[in-house]
């Protein structure tokens, strides 16, 4: 195992980003940067041992400091949507940035995907490195209350598992969800599309949402609708099959925030599969939701080697509480008090599936 760290380049207001990249035995490896503790790639082997990116990303700092749609970020204070960009906690109502519509997505205008996360460890072991960001969010940043002070740590290990651990504290009341948004595509970040990725989870229900994807309060069952991901699902079938499903027909695809059986146990959620090469991932995590997204309205000119990312050329697996959940208080609490620790952790095991035509 090794960690270089390099120069990636300076941001607009003058602050230098490293770039940390650890690779481990096989040749595999993870790059993060400072500048939003974002992914920017992740190249792992597929059947034949064969390198390949991945995730979907952009070459130079400048590409994401501008609208990349959140490609490999930390997204918070809130990931995911807050309905009417407003919450009440404690008696008093908050108002934040409406950023998707008049509601707020993924921390508002200036999330902690535009921040500057510090590394502050980056430490090397037998089998296994890892890399330590922090940031505070100071109080009343993006108006939400308390200073959040925050650690993220990436640890990449021989046999290609991804853990990102998120711990966070604060001095007021406040609301924390945090989680990462990288899109991936198995078959490589140039394959064009992951409608031949096979999709599982671990859900029997949705939450329910209005045509602006925001909950309702109550659950939708995936049972009958192409939103059923429990026995796995080639995405190409359910996308065709999206207009027979009135929340993917608002989503343009899959955006939906699915309720993991397993609740806040620490159990797989998902599982990925691309044949063709080989690649899986499975999805191991703490957190009771994952919200599926399969880059519907996507259309970015420039990305990784000049490549077009369009409709469908990625998919995340945003492991997190619900969409809405300060306006809801029947789901699992978002809260974070002074005195108390938001601890979680959630892995990306990437492995290579032998074919099904070998003897």
């Not at 343009?252 to 059986?261: A, E, M, P, Q």
């Not at 509480?321 to 892995?347: A, C, M, Q, S």
């Amino acid at each position: 195992m090794s960690i270089v760290t390099k120069h990636f380049g300076t941001t607009a207001k003058g602050d230098a980003v490293a770039m940390m990249t650890m690779t481990n035995k096989s040749g595999a490896s993870v790059s993060v940067i400072e500048l939003g503790a974002i992914v920017t790639s992740i190249i792992v082997p597929d059947r034949e041992g064969n390198l390949a990116d991945v995730t979907l990303g952009f070459d130079t700092l400048a590409r994401y400091e501008g609208d990349h749609a959140f490609m490999g970020d930390i997204v918070g204070r809130y990931g995911n949507r807050i309905a009417k960009a407003a919450f009440t906690l404690d008696g008093v109502t908050y108002n934040l940035t409406a950023n998707d519509g008049q509601n707020t997505l993924h921390g508002g205008k200036e999330g902690f995907n535009t921040k500057l996360w510090k590394l502050v460890e980056a430490k090397e072991a037998e089998g296994c490195d890892s890399v330590k960001l922090h940031y505070l969010s100071p109080d009343m940043e993006e108006n939400y209350p308390g200073n959040l002070d925050m650690y993220v740590t990436y640890a990449w290990d021989d046999d290609c598992n991804l853990s990102i651990r998120y711990e966070a504290t604060t001095d007021k009341a406040t609301h924390c969800n945090l989680t990462n948004h990288t899109y991936f595509n198995l078959a490589g970040h140039d394959h064009g599309t992951v409608l031949d990725h096979v999709v599982f989870i671990d859900a029997d229900v949705v939450t329910a949402v209005d045509s602006e994807l925001i909950p309702n309060g109550s659950y939708m069952p995936v049972v009958g609708t192409p939103l059923d991901l429990r026995e796995g699902m080639l995405l190409a079938d359910g996308i065709e099959a999206k207009d027979s499903c009135a929340p993917m027909v608002w989503a343009g695809g899959y955006d939906h925030n699915y309720v993991l059986r397993k609740g806040s146990a620490m159990a797989l959620c998902a599982f990925v599969y691309h044949e063709a090469s080989g690649r899986s991932m499975e999805i191991i995590t703490d957190q009771p939701g994952v919200q599926l997204y399969t880059a519907c309205t996507t259309d970015y000119e420039g990305g990784r080697g000049g490549m077009h990312y369009g409709n469908y050329s990625g998919l995340c697996l945003e492991t997190q509480h619900y969409p809405d959940t300060p306006n809801h208080p029947n789901f699992p609490t978002t809260v974070l008090r002074p005195g108390e620790k938001y601890d979680t952790t959630t892995i990306y095991a990437f492995r290579v599936e032998e074919d099904d035509d070998e003897e």
